[in-house]
T-cell receptor, first 111, second 115 residues
Framework: SQQGEEDPQALSIQEGENATMNCSYK?????LQWYRQNSGRGLVHLIL?????REKHSGRLRVTLDTSKKSSSLLITASRAADTASYFC???????????FGTGTRLTVIP | DAGITQSPRHKVTETGTPVTLRCHQT?????MYWYRQDPGHGLRLIHY???????DKGEVSDGYSVSRSKTEDFLLTLESATSSQTSVYFC??????????????FGEGSRLTVL
């Protein structure tokens, strides 16, 4: 499979804490994207980081990319109960024509 | 929210029956995709389309066919449903060709149960 792998599979934190989840992949990529999925809903795009970028911010989200280690991390700062969802990384692999999704990290933020 | 509508949202059918899921978009995006989501597997691409009547296979295409006769509609057909096709199916659209340069917009999903 060309899927990425998220780590951890599940994460439970208190409201206000930071949440970090990681994604590892195996091939060369053009970029990497993070998506969020609330229970029973479709996925929503959060952020895209290109292979020549090392860090990107969007509101309370911070994404890093290390192409030498083939890994990315998503940091959510000052978490809220509304951040409770599953988070997926998706890789746009070089030469491919679609995204490959990981299996996701289930984040629970306790009020 | 991107204008993507999937129908039906829920369907229960029996093994061996044909099933068609419909994805309708109002965004005029060129690219459309069908994914399935199963526990432990994440999202896996079934088929995608890069234009009217232009389609290609994804990583789990066996047992599925697709058609796109209009820009706005992308149909996924299970010719003879099997229990292994019980899943949640998501349609997605993109302005780019899915090579990673563009974000995907997803529908709300169609939950299919094959008994």
């Amino acid at each position: 499979s060309q899927q990425g792998e998220e780590d951890p599979q599940a994460l439970s934190i208190q409201e206000g804490e930071n949440a970090t989840m990681n994604c590892s992949y195996k091939t060369s990529i053009n970029n990497l994207q993070w998506y969020r999925q609330n229970s029973g809903r479709g996925l929503v795009h959060l952020i895209l980081i290109r292979s020549n970028e090392r860090e990107k911010h969007s509101g309370r989200l911070r994404v890093t990319l290390d192409t030498s280690k083939k890994s990315s991390s998503l940091l959510i700062t000052a978490s809220r109960a509304a951040d409770t969802a599953s988070y997926f990384c998706a890789t746009g692999e070089t030469g491919a024509n679609n995204l490959f999704f990981g299996t996701g990290t289930r984040l629970t933020v306790i009020p | 929210d991107a204008g993507i509508t999937q129908s039906p949202r829920h369907k229960v059918t029996e093994t061996g029956t044909p099933v068609t899921l419909r994805c309708h978009q109002t965004e005029n995006h060129r690219y459309m995709y069908w994914y399935r989501q199963d526990p432990g597997h994440g999202l896996r691409l079934i088929h995608y389309s890069y234009g009217v009547k232009d389609t290609d296979k994804g990583e789990v295409s066996d047992g599925y066919s697709v058609s796109r006769s209009k820009t706005e509609d992308f149909l996924l057909t299970l010719e003879s449903a099997t229990s292994s096709q019980t899943s949640v199916y998501f349609c997605a659209i993109s302005e780019s060709n899915g090579d990673g340069t563009g974000e995907l917009f997803f529908g709300e999903g169609s939950r299919l149960t094959v008994l």
